[in-house]
């Protein structure tokens, strides 16, 4: 069962309290060319969270944003943060002033830690923003050559950390929302562990000897899971990597000898790639693929090349994480799983009633941790009866299996990205050059989908080279660089509904 204490806060959960349980010596995070001890993680922590509340003033509830990639200081900031009481944003290193000025203004957040390499945009932001008022940097390498840093070190180790109701708000989550306007999803203290004492205990059954690595963003749930708070729950340890391309995780799985990988399937496909050219992942006992759709042939060869299984997985930032799964003893080809235990999942026809086994239908999950919206938005269009209606289309088959079938929104998942159509189709319009456009997602075999953007220019423009990269860059300049339009075609007009609507699956070919 998930019983948790009435009083409860992650982070020390996650810290303190496994250095009482005599985990102080075992290695919890490594990263920019450091390995830092449990202890020493508490210790860190503890300092951070005295400059936050004793200097900064952080009050619990109060929200605070981080910024960073992925390295052991933006850990330390997030747990930092949440022994404070704070209400927690992680955020993207890619993201620019305008992605987080919604982020700020949607969750009114008053306080900012950044990373200083990526100072710039932040400070943009927080120029115009009514409620941010203080933006402090850290030193993401580590180093501690930054003001959150310095004052910390005059800190004392020993923290008491804010006694929080375990359905306190201890994370916002946000997703990218189908229109470009992101929804901030709540998660209480215990959400964060019952995803380790669910998914992570029982289908990856994590031990102290276990060694993570993987590519999502701790900003995503996904990372945030994957790469902090399952590996400190049970005494594991984590790399975290700023970089996680797949050849700098070979490096590290070879390295360390890593044990469990989460990453999406395209970046699974380079990593059977390299093991032909020499590449030992022998290590890995658990591949966890998540974030889109994994092909068969892509299980298919793991599964021939390592004799394991491929673990597929589908989750949601608003359920937090994983909720169903493939297990070890129990997995198949172009299958999702069955759903994590103290998780139920069903698939809703039409009419809302269960739909018959074997067809299409939308995915509706219910267990321990759900969907609640900041500010109620969309929550009745999410949660119907206690139930999670996730947007995805799936297939609940005779024996129980649930099998992916497509999303329901118009969100492109590119190499594990999840990209707002609408998002880039507004970043565009904003060019001169560009008179009408319409995205969408192409099938691709490295990423699953690309960005592509259909688009009639306006009047004194030709098509060329030239300024299909001019308009790529344009958006790299004006929102996060990964959502640029790999793909980009010209066309005299685009194809619309009578009351003047795109209608973008016609621009699929
Ligand atoms: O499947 C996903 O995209 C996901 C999202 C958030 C957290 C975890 C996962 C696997």
Redesign the pocket.
């Known amino acids: 069962g998930f019983d948790y204490p009435d009083r409860l806060n992650a982070a020390v959960e996650l810290t303190d309290a496994m250095v009482a349980k005599g985990f102080g010596d075992r290695v919890a995070l490594i990263g920019n060319g450091r390995r830092r001890t449990y202890k020493e993680m508490a210790d860190w922590t503890n300092r951070l969270a005295h400059v936050l509340v004793d200097d900064l003033g952080v009050k619990p509830g109060n929200r605070v944003l981080i910024r960073s990639a992925n390295n052991p200081a933006m850990v330390a900031c997030w747990l930092a943060a949440t022994k404070a009481g704070a209400v927690v944003v992680n955020t993207m290193p890619m993201l620019r002033a305008g992605e987080l000025s919604k982020y700020v203004d949607k969750a009114e957040i008053e306080f900012a830690l950044c990373d200083t390499r990526l100072m710039e945009e932040l400070v943009i932001c927080a120029k115009e923003s009514r409620f941010l008022k203080k933006v402090i940097g850290f030193d993401g390498t580590a180093n501690h050559d930054a003001e959150l840093d310095r004052l910390a070190l005059e800190k004392p180790v020993q923290f008491d950390a804010v006694d929080t109701a375990s359905d306190d708000v201890a994370l916002l989550g946000f997703t990218s929302g189908s229109t470009g306007d992101p929804k901030a999803t709540m998660h209480f203290h215990r959400d964060l562990l019952i995803i380790a004492d669910g998914y992570a205990r029982e289908v990856l059954n994590v031990t102290p000897e276990d060694v993570f690595i993987g590519s999502p963003p701790l900003a995503?749930?996904?990372g945030l899971?994957g790469l902090a708070v399952f590996p400190l729950r049970f005494g594991a340890a984590a790399t975290l990597l700023e970089v996680a391309s797949p050849a700098n995780m070979i490096e590290i799985i070879e390295k360390y000898r890593a044990t469990v990988c989460f990453t999406a399937p395209t970046a699974y496909r380079v990593m059977l790639q390299a093991m032909e050219e020499g590449a030992d992942l022998s290590s890995l006992r658990a591949a966890v693929s998540?974030?889109e759709t994994l092909p068969a042939p892509v299980y298919e060869a793991w599964m021939e090349k390592t004799g394991k299984p491929m673990l597929d997985?589908?989750?949601?930032?608003e359920m937090?994480?994983?909720f169903i799964t493939n297990r070890f003893d129990d997995h198949r080809p172009a299958c999702t799983g069955r759903p994590v235990g103290g998780y139920e999942a069903k698939v809703l026809a039409e009419d809302g009633s269960e739909a018959p086994r074997g067809t299409m239908g939308r995915l509706a999950v219910r267990g321990p941790a759900g969907c609640r919206y900041l500010g109620g938005e969309r929550q009745d269009e999410y949660v119907q009866d206690g139930w999670n209606i996730t947007g995805d289309t799936f297939v609940h088959d005779e024996d129980g299996y649930f099998h992916f079938a497509a999303r329901n929104d118009d969100i492109i998942v590119s190499a594990g990205y999840n990209i707002a159509g609408p998002e880039v189709e507004a970043a565009l319009l904003r060019h001169e050059a560009v008179s009408e456009c319409g995205v969408i997602g192409a099938p691709n075999e490295d990423r699953g989908q690309i960005v592509e953007a259909h688009i009639v220019l306006a009047d004194g423009y030709a098509p060329s080279d030239l300024l299909v990269k001019e308009l790529q860059d344009y958006v790299k300049a004006t929102i996060a660089p990964y959502k640029y339009p790999r793909s980009i075609k010209f066309v005299e007009a685009l194809p619309k509904t009578s009351t003047g609507k795109i209608q973008r699956f016609r621009l699929q070919s």
């Not at 997985?313 to 930032?317: K, P």
Request: no cysteine; net charge neutral.
């Open positions: 995503f749930t996904f899971g998540a974030g997985g589908i989750g949601s930032t937090l994480h994983i």
